[in-house]
């Protein structure tokens, strides 16, 4: 059975260390899509629509084709179809500079015959109100409803209620690198794309196939990406277009977002909004639970959201629908459904245990099944002080007052079969891993060398790692759900030992040894049965002549394991005068298995935070009712957190088993419910809909006063 | 197309002459002209600092500037900060603190950084804060960063 060897053997695994394209990252050499300049390259731009929903009557592209220095002008909708999101795609224009792109832009005239629109969740619900889709009836979806025990018997046995409704509104992934692609066509079948992505291969076959060409002679470069947080899959409209763009021209076209259409268009977290009645037994058993929610996703489906979670109820009805609104598409966002719905049922819990008259850790301990979270609720509240917390919340009188609450979460992140890859050993001694997948910025390079580097007893410098590129062919899946890790280190540590296997085979007579007595050392090769008999690395592979070993691995599901429980702690404190909220600190205590590289493993824990962090007091997207728009599409106005915000984080790496697990996403899942939590704890009053803003807090204490 | 101005002005010491639109920005000239790509595009409206240099000592985010007025002025970017055989105590502090992850805001962040140094050698944790509020990063969670830049604090005024 495959396995990752006992801690007290390993050199590197599970070690801290340093990203390996760091240094080019802090020099400003690394080039993201955004950075290609090739030859006589085109800047492609799009028009978009300001109209939320219209019929398109006429489009008229003379004027900017006119213009000097634009190379191509292109409709991305016919006339007599429909716009129904402002962002949504009309024209493109490649240009020869971003300019004059821009100039173009403005040259194109659009007839559009405008309808009633809805932006809002609310209005869309209403009786009457203007239908967006002709796929369902009225704008709501056919209800997903999910039935476990009997709720009636349950809330019979309950003896205490909760009955509330909990909000999270549109939150946008705000990826400091926009979308975009440079697109070059090297001759008429062989096509060359730069695409900031979450998935080389899968924005690979989407081009193959869109423009009807064999798989292998499409490239998809993703050298360095800023950027995805699950909206950066396919590669959209933009990148077809940056792809036809560069067809129609002949020359290279770089066609990036602007921050405005990264707000409309690429994607957002759906919103959420549950009506909830939940009871409990007077020992502390969550004992029913009855949901119905609905939550948008712009224009399409997939609002879905968690609930219950986490917590084991036996009797639970939950009814979810979808609602369609004029804007754009909901895309994955980190974790998707679930910091919504931990968001909701952190704060029942903490309901129904103020009910009870039980502690919320202990009211979570009972109804719990989870093992690993039943350990990290202990260290996560000696870690935070809990006994510090206000047993009366709310209680005292000075102006700032401080709470602390507590929130859980569960993800999966167990990777899967796909990866192929290849470890080459060099007769120089130089060694190289190879493999399709891409490092949206988690730090997989750095994790396959270090891989690499323990199996071959070298540095992780000493290993060049090639990935985020389409050729030579070797694929992997996107890097979504958490999978990059366990999909891709199994693999690599498998070829890696199958490479070692060869070597030993080639240098075993040399040593005059059975190969299965062979070892590394530190940059040696040595016979475990007679420590003398040692060569260099560089000797052994001396020995391939004119020769290299290249050899591929499997995904040995012992390698990995799925299943990462996460509970975070938060202290804030609350000024009450002004309603001002700051989060003092975070105790993320986060089972991330076993964790390859400790240090960029806690990084991706402290994102994680932070996200959740924005999520809980500062985001949202405001869409206006009258025009349609967002109000928001800034980075002025859509406030994410910064420097200012952010609390002390204390990411306890926690260590249950040494298997592989993926962690990019379970991190943002608490730490909603945690702060909402804590800030109860503090004022007294609980505030349902996110994000907690100074004019909530002041509302819901003046409601108190 | 827009007539151009010639430019003159002075970029990480050596003196460069560019020819620009009135309307391009400064950022613009770097990236598109001069293929001095390490200051980014986040926002292009002064709002996430992905584009900070420093411009005659003064930091200045590169997306509201005009290409224009950098004539007879001296530009600081990311690619002059290392000497060719060392990286600067902030980039050093940002590998070794782990301060990034995708990397995008680094240089912004990196030169936002070194103006503060430049001013103030000794500055406190929440002098830091304060400066670097105008550098946004949606992926380390700040924390990394701040301590970076506290040790090369450290470093650069010992
Ligand atoms: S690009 Fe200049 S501040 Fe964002
Ligand atoms: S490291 Fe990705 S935005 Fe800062």
């Given at each position: 059975?495959?396995?990752?060897?006992e801690?007290?053997?390993?050199?590197?695994?599970?070690?801290?260390?340093?990203?390996l394209s760091g240094k080019?990252?802090v020099?400003g050499?690394a080039?993201?899509?955004?950075?290609i300049?090739e030859?006589?390259?085109?800047?492609g731009r799009i028009?978009?629509?300001?109209?939320a929903?219209?019929?398109?009557?006429?489009?008229?592209l003379?004027e900017?084709?006119?213009?000097?220095?634009?190379?191509?002008?292109?409709?991305?909708?016919?006339?007599?179809?429909?716009l129904r999101?402002?962002?949504?795609?009309?024209?493109?224009v490649?240009?020869?500079?971003?300019?004059?792109?821009k100039?173009?832009i403005?040259?194109?005239?659009?007839?559009?015959?405008e309808l009633?629109?809805v932006?809002?969740?609310d209005?869309?619900?209403?009786?009457?109100a203007p239908?967006i889709?002709e796929?369902?009836a009225?704008n709501?979806?056919e209800?997903?409803?999910r039935?476990d025990g009997d709720?009636?018997?349950?809330?019979?046995?309950?003896?205490?209620?909760?009955e509330?409704?909990y909000?999270t509104?549109?939150?946008?992934h705000?990826?400091?690198?926009?979308h975009?692609?440079?697109?070059?066509?090297e001759?008429e079948?062989?096509?060359?794309?730069?695409?900031?992505?979450q998935?080389?291969?899968?924005?690979r076959n989407d081009f193959?196939?869109h423009?009807?060409l064999p798989a292998n002679?499409?490239?998809v470069?993703?050298?360095?990406?800023?950027g995805?947080?699950?909206?950066?899959?396919?590669?959209?409209?933009e990148?077809?277009?940056?792809v036809e763009?560069?067809r129609i021209?002949g020359k290279?076209v770089?066609?990036?977002?602007?921050?405005?259409?990264e707000?409309?268009?690429?994607?957002n977290?759906p919103s959420m909004t549950?009506?909830?009645?939940?009871?409990?037994?007077s020992?502390?058993?969550l004992i029913?639970?009855?949901m119905?929610?609905?939550?948008t996703?712009?224009?399409s489906?997939g609002a879905?959201?968690?609930?219950?979670y986490?917590?084991h109820?036996?009797?639970?009805?939950?009814e979810r629908?979808?609602?369609?609104?004029n804007?754009?598409?909901q895309?994955?966002?980190?974790a998707?459904g679930?910091?919504?719905g931990?968001f909701?049922m952190?704060s029942?819990?903490?309901?129904?245990?103020?009910?009870?008259?039980?502690?919320?850790?202990?009211?979570?301990r009972?109804?719990d099944p989870n093992?690993?979270?039943?350990?990290q609720?202990t260290l996560g509240?000696?870690?935070?002080?809990?006994?510090?917390?206000?047993?009366?919340?709310g209680a005292?009188?000075s102006?700032?007052k401080?709470g602390m609450g507590?929130g859980?979460?569960?993800?999966?992140g167990?990777?899967?079969?796909?990866t192929e890859?290849r470890v080459?050993?060099?007769?120089d001694?130089?060694?190289?891993?190879?493999?399709?997948?891409?490092?949206i910025?988690?730090?997989?390079?750095t994790?396959i060398?270090?891989?690499?580097?323990?199996?071959?007893?070298l540095e992780t410098?000493?290993?060049?790692v090639?990935v985020?590129?389409s050729?030579?062919?070797?694929?992997s899946g996107?890097?979504?759900?958490?999978?990059?890790t366990?999909?891709v280190?199994p693999v690599?540590k498998?070829?890696?030992a199958?490479?070692?296997?060869k070597l030993?085979e080639?240098?075993?007579?040399?040593l005059?040894?059975?190969?299965g007595d062979l070892?590394?050392?530190?940059g040696?090769?040595y016979?475990v049965?007679?420590?003398?008999?040692t060569?260099?690395?560089k000797q052994a592979?001396?020995q391939l002549?004119?020769?290299?070993?290249s050899?591929g691995?499997?995904?040995?599901?012992d390698?990995?394991?799925?299943?990462?429980?996460?509970t975070q702690f938060?202290e804030?404190?609350?000024?009450?005068?002004?309603g001002?909220?700051?989060?003092?600190k975070?105790?993320?205590?986060q089972?991330?298995?076993?964790a390859?590289?400790r240090l960029t493993?806690?990084s991706?824990?402290?994102?994680g935070?932070?996200?959740?962090?924005?999520?809980?007091?500062?985001?949202?997207?405001?869409?206006?009712p009258v025009?349609?728009?967002?109000l928001?599409?800034n980075?002025?106005d859509?406030k994410?957190p910064g420097?200012?915000?952010i609390?002390?984080i204390?990411?306890?790496?926690?260590d249950?088993?040494?298997?592989?697990t993926?962690v990019?996403e379970?991190?943002?899942i608490?730490?909603p419910?945690a702060i909402a939590?804590?800030?109860?704890?503090?004022?007294?009053?609980?505030?349902?809909?996110?994000?907690i803003?100074?004019?909530k807090i002041?509302?819901?204490?003046?409601?108190k006063? | 197309?827009?007539?151009?101005?010639h430019?003159?002005t002075t970029i990480n010491?050596?003196?460069?002459?560019?020819l620009?639109e009135s309307r391009q920005?400064l950022?613009?000239?770097?990236r598109?002209?001069?293929?001095?790509?390490?200051?980014?595009e986040?926002c292009?409206?002064g709002?996430?600092?992905?584009c900070?240099?420093?411009?005659?000592?003064r930091l200045?985010?590169s997306?509201?500037v005009?290409?224009?007025e950098?004539?007879?002025?001296?530009?600081?970017?990311?690619?002059g900060l290392?000497?060719?055989?060392k990286?600067?105590p902030?980039?050093?502090?940002?590998?070794?603190?782990?301060?990034?992850?995708?990397?995008?805001?680094?240089p912004g962040f990196?030169?936002?950084?070194k103006?503060?140094?430049?001013s103030?050698?000794?500055?406190?944790?929440?002098e830091?804060?304060y400066?670097?509020a105008g550098?946004l990063?949606r992926?380390?969670?700040?924390d990394?960063?701040?301590?970076a830049v506290?040790?090369a604090?450290?470093e650069?005024?010992?």
């Open positions: 059975m495959a396995s990752w060897g801690a007290s053997e390993s050199r590197l695994i599970g070690k801290r260390v340093t990203r080019d990252k020099t050499k080039k993201y899509t955004f950075d300049n030859p006589g390259m085109l800047y028009l978009r629509s300001e109209t929903h219209a019929t398109v009557i006429g489009i008229d003379s900017a084709e006119a213009l000097p220095g634009v190379k191509a002008v292109i409709p991305l909708i016919e006339v007599g179809n429909k999101y402002q962002g949504q795609e009309i024209a493109a490649a240009a020869e500079t971003d300019d004059i792109a100039d173009a403005r040259r194109i005239h659009v007839d559009l015959e009633p629109h932006v809002t969740e209005d869309a619900m209403v009786e009457g239908q889709r796929d369902w009225g709501q979806s209800p997903n409803v039935e709720i009636n018997a349950g809330f019979d046995e309950a003896a205490v209620e909760v509330a409704t909000h509104p549109v939150q946008t705000v990826c400091l690198e926009t975009g692609h440079v697109a070059k066509w001759d079948q062989n096509l060359t794309v730069w695409a900031s992505t998935g080389v291969f899968g924005v193959a196939q423009f009807e002679q499409v490239r470069i993703t050298e360095h990406m800023g995805g947080f699950g909206s950066k899959f396919g590669p959209g409209i990148g077809r277009t940056a763009l560069a021209t290279a770089k066609l990036m977002l602007t921050r405005k259409a707000h409309l268009v690429a994607g977290r549950q009506q909830v009645r939940a009871g409990a037994t020992d502390g058993r029913a639970y009855d119905k929610g609905y939550g996703g712009g224009i489906s879905g959201f968690t609930g219950p986490v917590y109820v036996p009797n639970s009805r939950a629908v979808n609602v369609a609104v804007a754009g598409n895309r994955a966002m980190r998707p679930h910091p919504q931990a909701a952190d029942l819990m903490d309901e129904l245990a103020e009910k009870l008259g039980m502690d919320p850790v202990e009211f979570r009972i109804n093992e690993v979270r039943q350990a609720y509240a000696q870690e935070i002080g809990w006994h510090r917390r206000n047993t009366v919340p005292g009188t102006v700032k401080r507590v859980s979460g569960q993800w999966g167990g990777g899967g079969r796909g890859a080459t050993i060099n007769a001694g130089t060694v190289e891993a190879v493999t399709g997948t891409q490092d910025g988690t730090g997989i390079r994790v060398a270090m891989i690499v580097a323990e199996e071959f007893g410098t000493d290993v060049r090639k985020g590129d050729q030579p062919g070797l694929p996107g890097s979504g759900g958490s999978q990059t366990p999909s280190a690599i498998t070829a890696a199958a490479a070692k296997q030993f080639r240098i075993a007579p040399l005059d040894a059975p190969v070892r590394v050392g530190t040696t090769i016979v049965s007679d420590r003398t008999k060569i260099t690395w592979t001396g002549g004119m020769e290299s070993i050899e691995g499997t995904w040995e599901e390698l990995r394991q799925n299943g990462a429980a996460g938060a804030v404190e609350i000024d009450t005068q002004t001002a909220i700051r989060v003092i975070i105790v993320a205590v089972d991330c298995g076993l390859i590289n493993t806690e991706q824990v402290n994102g935070v932070i996200m959740g962090l924005g999520q809980a007091i500062l985001e949202e997207r405001f869409m206006d025009t349609g728009r967002m928001n599409a980075l002025e859509y994410v420097t200012l915000e609390p002390e204390k990411s306890i790496v926690f249950t088993h040494r298997k592989v993926g990019g379970p991190p943002c608490p730490t419910g939590n804590a800030v109860y704890n503090a004022i007294g009053v609980r505030i349902r809909s996110l994000p803003t100074p004019d002041l509302d819901a204490l003046a409601e006063a | 197309m827009a007539r151009k101005s430019v003159q010491g050596e003196t460069v002459e560019f620009c920005s950022l613009e000239v770097l598109d002209e001069l293929y001095l790509t390490g200051a980014k986040g292009n409206n709002n996430c600092g992905a900070s240099v420093i411009l005659d000592g200045v985010n997306c509201l005009l290409g224009v950098t004539e007879g002025k001296s530009v600081e970017t990311i690619e290392a000497d060719p055989d990286l600067h902030i980039q050093d502090a940002f590998l070794e603190n782990a301060a990034l992850q995708c990397g995008i805001c680094t990196i030169m936002s950084a103006a503060l140094l430049d103030n050698p000794n500055p406190t944790e929440h830091i804060r400066w670097l550098n990063c992926c380390t969670g700040y990394k960063i701040v301590k506290m040790d604090a450290k650069t005024s010992a």
